[in-house]
């Protein structure tokens, strides 16, 4: 075992922009990268491991070599690999979304619901998103407002600035916002229900789907349950969030932090800035911006030494 750099797969939705190439040397030929799948098992965009024995497979296929043991207790308990880690860029406004608990999708689209949580890596002066309703409105009333295009009226709109977290359950209605950059750490799932999408067309000319009929079936109605913008700090690091699907922290390193992959999880490590080494099972390797290791549970004990931030993630 070894910790493993992971080669992203990318994402040219139409609301994307170009800072993951110009910013964060992320390299693709599409003209637009809207999102980096930094850490994925997921079909729809693997990562690939860039490293070591087992480089030039995907992620999934390195997992199936080493045995369930790579993902820990914890993780071995899911039938799929759990997380996906992803960066956001935002230039222009995502649509209205939400995405279904993991009973309904299970049954429904065959995979995880989306339990997810943002952490604003940065963002344009004014920037919001929308998490949640401003009050309860009723089942009729989310049908009218769809209907009539003022859905936005009854959102809870949230100006944020750089380092605000969100923790968004599923049944959650939300929307990232314009000119947002954003490290999401969520459920393994690919499962979204859009119900506006600001009149926008695609590539094919037409409107983008909507999901108007499943999102009446998953969403809750009420303002979000959790608090947002808060971070609290646990055991000398800044927890942005924790359940059952995933425990999330941010390293503020300036000289030396200490972690372990032990065998409840896997550890997954994503650089958002400065200038780091990690060190680990006898290897040193280096960290920048936008880099995302793979390390699997059992390992032993991790160092990140230098001065930057990074974003720590687990079952």
């Keep these: ?18 800072r993951l190439r110009t910013e964060y040397h992320m390299q693709s030929d599409l ?10 098992c997921h079909k729809d965009g693997p990562s690939v491991v860039e490293n070591g024995e087992y ?3 995907t992620l999934e296929e390195a997992i199936e070599k080493m045995g369930r043991e790579a993902l820990g207790a914890k993780g071995s308990q899911f039938a799929f690999f759990p997380i996906l880690i992803k960066l956001i860029d935002a230039k222009d406004n995502l649509s209205i979304q939400v995405h279904p608990s993991d009973e309904y999708a299970l049954q429904v689209e065959g995979e995880y619901g989306k339990t997810e949580m943002w952490y604003v890596v940065d963002c344009d002066p004014g920037s919001f998103l929308y998490y949640g309703f401003n009050r309860e409105v009723t089942p009729d009333e989310f049908a009218a407002r769809i209907a009539d295009n003022t859905l936005l009226e009854v959102l809870n709109k949230v100006e944020v600035k750089k380092g605000d977290c969100f923790f968004i359950e599923s049944g959650t209605i939300h929307a990232i916002g314009a000119g947002l950059l954003i490290a999401e750490i969520q459920q393994n799932s690919n499962t979204t229900y859009r119900v506006y999408d600001y009149g926008r067309v695609g590539a ?3 409107p983008r789907q909507l999901h108007v009929e499943k999102a009446k079936e998953v969403t809750q109605l009420c303002p979000p349950k959790a608090a947002y913008g808060q971070v609290q700090a646990v055991d000398g690091k800044a927890r ?5 699907y995933f425990t999330v922290d941010k390293l503020d390193v300036d000289g030396e ?11 997954s490590l994503l650089c958002l800035e400065g200038d780091l080494t990690l060190e680990a099972a006898g290897q040193t390797l280096e960290m920048r911006p936008s880099d995302s290791f793979f390390l699997p549970a059992g390992m032993g004990e991790v160092r990140v030494k230098g001065k930057g931030t990074v974003i720590a993630s687990r079952v």
Aim: proline letters at 2%; charged letters at 20%.
């Design 257 to 267: 932090s200490c972690l372990a992959a032990d065998g409840e999880s896997f550890l």
């Design 55 to 57: 480089a030039g497979l």
């Design 31 to 40: 003209a637009k990268l809207a999102e980096a799948w930094v850490l994925s």
């Design 1 to 18: 075992m070894y910790p493993m750099k992971l080669k992203a797969a990318f994402k040219d939705y139409l609301w994307g922009g170009t």
């Design 204 to 206: 094919d000319g037409k």
């Design 240 to 244: 942005l969030a924790s359940c059952k």
